[in-house]
Each structure stands twice: as C-alpha cells, then as structure tokens.
C-alpha cells in the first residue's frame, strides 16, 4: 500500500505570513478563555479552604477529569509524541509508565491521604511527628519537585508560542518563557484551587478532543490499517524494524539499559509522591470520592495514553524526524508539526487552523499544570513554613492566603529563570526527573507515615532531605545538565559524572533506606497513640476534614 508522503524537511517557522494573524487570533481566543474562567472563580474565593482546596465541593467526576487535567501535561501530549516520533518504542514507554503509576496511586495513597490531611502533604507527615521540623522538610521537598516539574511545562510553553509566532531567536523564546510565568502567576493568585480546578477540567476535555481528532485523522490516511502506520513511521524514521522493537534508546550500551530500569522506576513509583497531584485528593468532600476520582482519572488518562501511539507514530510517518528535529531537537514540536499537515500541510488555511487549536490545547494544557504545581508549592509554604513553622500556628487565615500570593510570585520567578534554560530539553525527561525527586523524597516519608509504627521524626527528616539531596545532586551532575552538546541545560560545558539521565535507579532505593535507618539509630520513642488515631483516621476517615 503507498503511504502518504511526508513533508519536505522545512520548518514550521517558514509557514506562510498571512496564516499567522489567524493563528495568533485563535490563541488569543483560548488565552482570553481559561483567564476568564479563573477571574470567576476567583470571586468565590472566600476562605482558606477555598483557595487550598476548591471548598471541598468538588465531585468524583469533576475531581477525575481535574486530576487528568493536571497529570496530562506538556509531557504527555509534546514530550511522549516526540519522544514516540524520534525513538519509536523506546518513546512509548514513556505512556507505559505514567499509566501504570496511577495503581500506585490509587492502591496505597489516595484514600488515606485524603483521610489524613487537610490541604497540603505536610499535614500528614507532620500528624504524629515533630510539627516544626518535618512541616519545613515536608514544604522543602513540594516546592523543589514543583520546580522541577516547572521547569518542563515552561519548556514545553516556549518551544510551542515560538512555533506559532515563527520566533527563532533565543531572546524571543526566554521572553515567551518569562510570559508564561506572568500568566501562571495570575492565575493562581486570583483563582486559588477553585480557579485552578475549573481550568484543568475544561483543558482535559479540550485535549481529550483534540487528540481524539488527530487520532482519527492519522488512522484515516492509513485507511485504519495501525500495522500500516507502523510501517510506514519505521521506513520514515530511517532506522527500518528496529524503530518498533525495543532498544533505539535504551539498548544501545549497559548505561542506557539502566537508564531505562532508572526511568520505569521514577515513573512508576513517581505519581504518588507528586505534591500537585496528591493535593487534587482533598478538593472531594469524602474519602470514597477521593478513590472514585482517581478510577476517573485512570480512565481518561488510559484513554489518551493509547491516542499518544498514533500521535508519535503518525509524527514519524508524516512528517518526519528529520523535520521534527530541525524545528526542535528534542521532539517537542512533533504534535503541532502533526496537527498542520493533517490540516493540509504549511501554508494551508486548514493547516494554520489545526496547528493554531492545537497548540491552543497545549497551552492551556500547560498553563493548567502550571498553576496546579504554583498552588501546590505556595500552598505548602504558606500553610507547612509560614504558618506552622514561622508563625507556629498564630497566622490567621487571610495572613497565610496573603503569603501563598508572595510564595507564587517568588516560585514563578525562579521557573522563569530555570525555564529559559531548559527550553531545548524533551520535556517528558524532564518530568521524568521530577518524577524521580518526588519518588526519592516524598513517597518513602508518606508510606512509613501511614504504614510503619516505629516511625519516627528523625527517620521522616533522613528520608526527605536524604532522598532529596541524593536525586538532586546526582541530576545535577548527569548530563542531562552538561555532557550533551545537544540536548543538556548548559551547552559548551561538561562537569558530569553521573552517567544516568535519572536518578531514581540509585536516589529513589536510597530514600527508603534511609528513612529506615533513622528511625533505627535515633534515641526517640513513636508516639504510639498518635499512630494509632492516623491509622484509624486513615483507614475510616473518622475526624477527616
């Protein structure tokens, strides 16, 4: 059977001129839209349950389809299509991954969560420990895996406005980058968690759309024929078979095959440690629904993780690597690329149209998740730091919504800066990573906090700054930061050491070890009786908030 031809190796930024006003108009309008949205909700931001958790008044459904809204980020639908479009396989994995990770989830840390806490992560870690000091650890750990997270959406957001304004400059894409940061700022401070919910709700239906759409375009130039579709990606792609078996990417050496062991693990264990994602469980009135809207959530998201499979593979046999990579090294702009040849290749009406909806889609994906990781970070400083540390428990409510607002100016200025950096970077890497921190750092405090009776507060602090330090140390010196002169953060230098692109392999084991070995050195005795009102709270949602 012939397969349709891809497009000539051009850039998207070399789309015709008269298009763009239409495109940037088309933008504007989903812009002005989800802003909209945000400025009425932030009207019914009263209090502080309001603006940590929506007022507890969201359903199992609309709770579902925000959580989806918040974990289908710029990873999910540039970072997997591209990663898909370059590595065939390999890329898919990725889907793999974040799929699985929401059993993790949904078995050991939703119901209990939600049980346990009131508005942040904090408040569970904290409940039978030392208050000041695992409220400043627990608030350390959210605002640098919501940095890290950040850093990939505002990479995703520069590479994708670039795209549509035809920027190539790199001072054009660092402003693009520090915009976005604007608009993530607003969005949280006038909105809280009622605006940021709305959003993501209206962001998962407009991406589960869009992706739907070019899921049956692409199979419809394949007459619904996928083994036709693989093949022609692999004959694109240049790499023959080998570019649907596994390998392209993580089999080429030893390294790379623990590299992939590194990455499965972040990935899988990774979600339940999210500070962003482990917050949506308290905007449900009750632990039942808590548990309903992560089935909701695995739904969705399973649903758009299978589209992810036409999406890179159509990339591959449509456009083409070679075009993807000219426009963007690392895969980024494979989905855009995608969406305007299915509309009718550059310089058509219909190509501008579907490359202007979807990039649309992808921005509101993206500035959904930003504000969903700035609530989650400015959150757990307000109400962890301020109020319980600082302030040790004397804030009244309008003084921590006050320092939330400071904490999101002060975290978005820090992604601005970081985010100009990582702005050539796959952005499903780098959310790998953040993936890992949060496996290494959180998630071993949050099972022995529900779990382990024993535990105690010096076990809780080795294992949060432990797990931390580790996983962002060895990031650090790995290449994704230097090594690599095409896709690490600083170019033209090497200071690596670390040969894994993520850490979790090592940081994440790590974690857990040493939150055991804390436990068993230090002199303290567990408050019994304060685990056992966790356990029952946890388990029965007796006293729950």
């Known amino acids: 059977m012939s397969h349709p031809a891809p497009v000539p190796n051009s850039v998207l930024a070399a789309a015709s001129t008269e298009h763009r006003p239409l495109i940037i108009t088309l933008f504007a309008v989903f812009v002005a839209a989800t802003l909209g949205i945000t400025v009425w909700a932030g009207r019914q931001t009263r209090s502080a ?67 346990s806490g009131r508005y942040t992560m904090g408040d569970v870690l904290a409940y039978r420990m030392r208050q000041r000091p695992v409220r400043t650890a627990a608030g350390t750990s959210t605002i640098v895996v919501s940095i890290f997270y950040l850093l990939a959406q505002m990479a995703g957001a520069g590479v994708l406005v670039s795209l549509l304004l035809g920027i190539t400059s790199d001072a054009g894409k660092i402003l693009i980058v520090a915009l976005v940061g604007l608009l993530m700022i607003v969005y949280v401070t006038i909105g809280g968690m009622k605006g940021t919910t709305w959003v993501q709700m209206v962001k998962a239906v407009l991406l589960i759309a869009g992706a739907l759409l070019m899921t049956f375009l692409v199979l419809l130039k394949f007459h619904f024929d996928i083994s036709d579709l693989l093949g022609a990606a692999a004959e694109q792609s240049g790499k023959g078979t080998a570019f649907l078996e596994p390998g392209l990417k993580y089999g080429a050496s030893g390294t790379s095959k623990l590299d992939f062991i590194s990455l499965g693990i972040a990935l899988v264990l990774g979600t339940a440690g999210l500070p962003h994602i482990l917050i949506r469980f308290y905007t449900v009135p009750t632990a039942k629904a808590a548990r309903k809207s992560v089935n909701w959530a695995i739904g969705i998201i399973g649903a758009f993780y299978l589209m992810t499979i036409a999406l890179g593979f159509g990339a591959a046999a449509l456009v083409g690597p070679a075009a993807i990579k000219a426009q963007n090294p690392a895969g980024n702009t494979a989905a855009p690329q995608l969406a305007e040849y299915l509309g009718g290749g550059v310089g058509t009406t219909g190509g501008a149209i579907l490359l202007a909806v979807i990039s649309a889609v992808a921005f509101a994906t993206i500035l959904a998740v930003v504000a969903g990781l700035t609530l989650a970070s400015s959150s757990s400083f307000a109400h962890d730091i301020y109020a319980n540390v600082i302030r040790k428990g004397k804030a009244t409510e309008q003084e921590e919504m006050r320092a939330a607002r400071w904490a999101t100016v002060l975290i978005g200025a820090v992604a601005i800066v970081l985010g100009a950096f990582a702005r050539d970077m796959n952005v499903a890497g780098l959310v790998a990573l ?22 105690t507060t010096t076990g809780a602090l080795w294992s949060i700054y432990g797990g931390l330090a580790s996983s962002v140390i060895l990031v650090l010196f790995s290449p994704v930061v230097s090594g690599n002169p095409k896709t690490s953060m600083f170019k033209g230098v090497d200071f690596h050491w670390f040969p894994l692109e993520n850490p979790g392999l090592i940081s994440i084991p790590l974690g857990f070890l040493l939150g055991w070995l804390g436990t068993v050195l230090s002199k303290e005795e567990p408050d019994r009786g304060k685990y056992a009102e966790l356990e029952v709270k946890s388990l029965t949602g007796t006293g729950a908030h």
């Open 434 to 455: 953040a993936f890992a921190v949060a496996a290494s750092a959180n998630l071993p405090t949050i099972l022995y906090s529900l779990f382990w009776k024993r535990f």
């Open 49 to 115: 349950s309001d603006f940590y958790a929506g007022g507890r008044q969201f359903t199992a459904f609309q709770n579902g389809l925000a959580v989806s809204g918040d974990y289908m980020s710029a990873a999910s639908f540039l970072g997997i299509a591209g990663a898909i479009a370059l590595f065939g396989y390999d890329g898919f994995l990725y889907s793999i991954g974040f799929l699985v990770a929401w059993l993790v989830a949904l078995l050991l840390v939703a119901e209990p969560l939600r049980n």
